[in-house]
């Protein structure tokens, strides 16, 4: 890290695709800093425990015989160097980092659920400063219950970890206890997670030179669970060091706090600890000292004041008791803690008062100023108007353009002056002020500062819509608990969709301007209206690392016009590289983008209140050292929106599923199939159908491969032995592969056939994501394993392949978009969704013939009982069929109902004539059945009849 204190890490340095990350046990101390990092980038907790290779100095045999049999023990140990304190590691990469990447890794340490350096003093001035900046990227998640009229109501609350306002419990110590402050933290915390580090953790040393001084801060979620350890979120804030040597740290803690934990050895009258405990005894904030030399229990002393011994007592009945204490306490505080007060405090720097992040801010806040006070559901209509039911209209008739009806060449001008003048009204809404005032900052901005600017303008913005969409969603999860309100869960959808707001559709908007210019041929002007220098502004931060849409989710189309001009601004400013592309697939929700990003250090939008709609991708350069493995320069990550995303579209989403899914399998040059548990039913439609539409595009030559990856598989080991489950898969995909190959007349025997696919290396089991249950639990170093070996392969795989040129790459989008418009008719067909309306009529149909039965079971027995009284001795059929005729014309106006209101009756009309039938078949042969029954024992009841008259 040496250079590294002046040429700061960058996140740049890490979004690149690097050797594999260091697994053996041990490391060297030059590598352990490169080691904890990549570590904590794939989300392994592990990261601080990395075990340095002990140096030794050369000795003899003799000599290193001597000092083993010495019965001293004070040997010199001057021959072996002590490594390095894990949290020094954390802090000289903290030091040595820049911002952008601080925030990186203050985000990675806050999901594996380690506490955040709060207040760090510069190593070298000793000036205290607090990185508010880097916490900007967290939210916080945490369910209260509370009882309201005899029942237990849970509230789920969702945001910037910055904005919220909780409790704060600051602990101290003053001199040197023997009890660790910071385990007993924890304890409080989460028992069975280090949060923060403490000296029985692996690999602490007695020495360490960057933590002294540090205040670190963690925050306890509640789950909304009777077993919660608070009721409430709070922030506990632990000072390392001896507080009595960090004055101004202990005043600006002890100050925000809601209560003081102060840890003293012991206590004489005159030393500097009686002097501030005095201080602290006097103050109005609530205390709790525990002394180490005292064995009494919680005492309170006078109102908020608390002494407790340490001496004798077990560190669960301490922490035990310390949890009651500080629960009571709280109950009735109503002090609270926001991170965004940091700013206010004197005698500190906050790392936001930069004058390059304050630019980028200023800039950031004009826009978004803007924007309040207008209903955040109404701002993308108001301000980014060529995004919204414009280009949708446009994408249906340029959609509707590949299937013309009537006289085709008049249909076929209509359509394409519609698109035209579709075209000149985004031209005439263009540019809004808001939009003006975006152009104009990428353009004029410095690098830094356009990255402040980005950033800022993302935080802004989500803090604007972050309320309305949790009550959105709130209004959702309520309504969904009466399915019958399926018009109202469609009109909160489209609510739900207007109110998700972020940066991506801001560079949409732009997509959509340079489009409708560049078609209509507009002359350009200089400033912030002139479109045509979109695509240069837009590549230049796809360089960098940005995601960029490559379909529109909401529109469900790809704008090629746009993307074709971005990709070219990108080979002008690159040169025609070449990428592999790899993209991946999945149902909603099973984990697609936090794989990723934990893979290739990427930041695809991991579920905000967001969902990620359409297609992104992403540029990930392959590192020097790994060039000379690779034919190809980048690795094009194309992340997708999660398919079946029920709770958005109702009933709309198939279409747009299986075009999205094939497009993506056939861009890419592999695929990563993301299944959640080991059940691919689901996504097996999905590939059923993208397998029946490459056989219906083989104009366009595609060579798609694909990978499994079956994510939260508890026994991985189990999973992967499981040779029973690979063999199914197998089946089941060939099946697929064989039906669709008879429909559309093709010779195609395997799934491999169309699809690159070999069940022994390419199905892959992850451990779960988390290591208990959310909101606590730290991410399952099992689950960053699984990530390092997938990647691993691909990799491996990647080496035979040559990738294609960016420029082809363009081309493929363009072929295989037009090939999709052309193929419309496969997408409209789903499996699942089919099979599970017609297993609902086969229920119905149940319950009809059931009703049948029983009616005819009662005239069975009615009948049966006059044969048996001989009131009745032959039974036609027309009687029956007259006898079972009211139930029967009942049960058909049921059946007419149900084809003609059930939600899904479009999809019911395929099977209607022939369940008529069945019905009136199972009519038949249940009259058949009773009549045939009745006759034999009218039989009997004659051959008895003939046998009493011989006997008499």
Known sequence: LQDKLQRKLSPADFLKVGPPVKQDNEVSEKDVAYTFLQRLMMLDYRARYIPVREVFTEGTDDDDFDAFCSTNSVFDQSNLRTHVHPMDVQMAVFHCSDSFFKQNMITKLSQCQYALPLLVPDPVTMDIECPLWTFRQIRKTWKMSEMKDDSNVVTMKSMSICKAETPMVSFLRLGSPSLSKSQLMNTLINDRHNTFFHRNCPGSTKSRHLMDGVAEIAWYCPAGKPNDAFTDCIAFCNLHGDALSFEKQREILTDKSSVNVVLVPTLEKNDKSSAVISALYKCEKPLICLFADSDGGAVEMRKGKYKMGLNNRSQSEVSEELRETIGKILSVSHSFFQLESMNKVCGIK??????????????????????????????????????????????????????????????????????????????????????????????????????????????????????DLSSILQTYDTKWAEKTKQTELNKISIKLQSATFGLEHIFREMGQIYEAHESLQKPTKSGPTDWSKYPELAAELMISGHPMELMDGDAGHVPLTWISGLLEEVIKKLGDKRVFVLSVLGIQSSGKSTMLNAMFGLQFAVSAGRCTKGAFMQLVEVSKEMKKDFKFDYVLVVDTEGLRALELEGNATLHHDNELATFVVGLGNMTLINIFGENPAEMQDVLQIVVQAFM?????????????????????????????????????????????????????????????????????????????????????????????????????????????????????????????????????????????????????????????????????????????????????????????????????????????????????????????????????????????????????????????????
């Open 350 to 467: 906050v790392d936001e008062e930069d004058t390059v992040c304050q630019k980028g801010k200023s800039a950031a806040m004009k826009i978004v100023g803007l924007l309040q006070g207008i209903e955040v559901s109404k701002i993308k209509d108001t301000y980014l108007p060529c995004q919204g039911q414009l280009w949708k209209e446009w994408s249906k008739i340029h959609k509707e353009l590949y299937r013309l009806k009537g006289n085709i060449e008049d249909d076929k001008v209509q359509k394409e002056q519609k698109l035209m003048e579709k075209r000149q009204e985004q031209v005439n809404v263009s540019c809004s002020e808001p939009m003006k005032m975006f152009i104009e900052s990428l353009s004029t901005l410095s690098g830094k500062e356009k990255d402040y600017f980005l950033k800022w303008t993302q935080i802004l913005i989500d803090a604007l819509s972050t309320d």
């Open 696 to 952: 219906r595009m083989k104009k366009i030559k595609l060579s798609p491969s694909c990978v499994f990856v079956h994510q939260n598989v508890t026994d991985i080991g189990a999973a992967e032995k499981n040779m029973d489950g690979k063999r199914r898969l197998q089946e089941k995909l060939d099946d697929m592969a064989k039906l669709a190959a008879k429909e559309e007349g093709c010779d195609a025997e395997f799934f491999s056939d169309v699809i690159a696919f070999d069940v022994q290396k390419d199905v892959k089991y992850f451990a779960q994501l988390w290591e208990g249950s959310p909101p606590m639990a730290p991410p399952n170093p099992g689950y960053s394993e699984s990530v390092q070996e997938l990647k691993t392969i691909i990799l491996s795989k990647a080496e035979d392949c040559a990738g294609i040129t960016l420029s082809q790459f363009r081309s493929k989008i363009q072929d295989l978009w037009k090939a999709l418009m052309n193929e419309q008719f496969v997408f409209s067909f789903k499996n699942t969704l089919e099979i599970a309306v017609y297993r609902k009529l086969e229920v119905e149909y149940g319950n009809w013939t059931w009703k049948l039965r029983s009616n005819m079971l009662d005239i069975e027995n009615e009948l049966h009982t006059e044969i048996q009284n001989r009131k009745r001795e032959t039974v036609e059929l027309t009687y029956l069929q007259q006898k079972v005729n009211t139930t029967y014309e009942e049960i058909k106006k049921e059946i007419t109902k149900y084809f003609d209101d059930d939600r899904d009756k479009d999809m019911l009309v395929q099977w209607r004539g022939r369940f008529e039938d069945k019905i009136k078949e199972f009519r038949d042969e249940l009259v058949k059945g009773v009549k045939r029954k009745l006759d034999e024992v009218i039989q009997q009841k004659k051959a008895c009849k003939k046998l009493d008259n011989k006997k008499t």
